[in-house]
DNA sequence: TGGTTGACTAAGT
DNA sequence: CACTTAGCCAACC
């Protein structure tokens, strides 16, 4: 399981967030054993959308859009999330504190 | 092999 | 409150 890539953990990780709710980078590089690995999260998301993977989900801390730039047009990003039923303002997310899943939290068990 | 990069984050100015 | 600096680590050239 860990003898995956890094890049493919991520994209696991990223897979298991459910529909409406949002992670952190942040988040998924402290539940991959990298707390100071957010970055690499989010470098990786570059070929998220090669995988599948809904990377839309997955905002900064503040919980705001940064990576909307990478998504097809102008906000797709914005419009993928609102579709969940979360609501964004100013590509940043109003109920980051409702909606945020944190994989370290919610995976912990087993 | 080594320097650059990047969809981050925290702290400083 | 907006911008800058620094730390971080794996992939890329």
Same mark, same amino acid.
């Given at each position: 399981?860990?003898?995956?890539?890094?890049?493919?953990?991520? +994209?696991?990780?990223?897979?298991? %967030?459910? =529909?409406?709710?949002?992670?952190? +980078?942040? @988040?998924?590089?402290? +539940?991959?054993? /990298?707390? &100071?690995? @957010?970055? /690499?999260?989010?470098? @990786? /998301?570059?070929?998220?959308? %090669? &995988?599948?993977?809904?990377?839309?989900?997955? #905002?900064? &801390? !503040?919980? *705001?859009?940064?990576?909307?730039?990478?998504?097809?047009?102008?906000? $797709?990003?914005?419009? *993928?999330?609102?579709? =969940?039923? #979360?609501?964004? %303002?100013?590509?940043? %997310?109003?109920? $980051?504190?409702?909606?945020?899943?944190?994989?370290? !939290? =919610? *995976? &912990? !068990?087993?």
């Amino acid at each position: 399981m860990e003898s995956k890539n890094f890049f493919e953990r991520v +994209y696991e990780v990223v897979r298991l %967030i459910p =529909e409406g709710r949002v992670t952190s +980078y942040g @988040a998924i590089a402290v +539940y991959l054993g /990298m707390a &100071k690995g @957010a970055r /690499m999260v989010g470098w @990786a /998301m570059n070929a998220s959308h %090669i &995988k599948g993977v809904p990377a839309h989900r997955v #905002v900064n &801390k !503040k919980g *705001l859009l940064t990576g909307k730039h990478h998504f097809q047009g102008t906000n $797709l990003m914005q419009q *993928l999330l609102e579709n =969940e039923g #979360v609501e964004i %303002i100013d590509n940043q %997310i109003q109920q $980051l504190s409702e909606c945020f899943w944190d994989p370290s !939290k =919610e *995976l &912990k !068990k087993c």
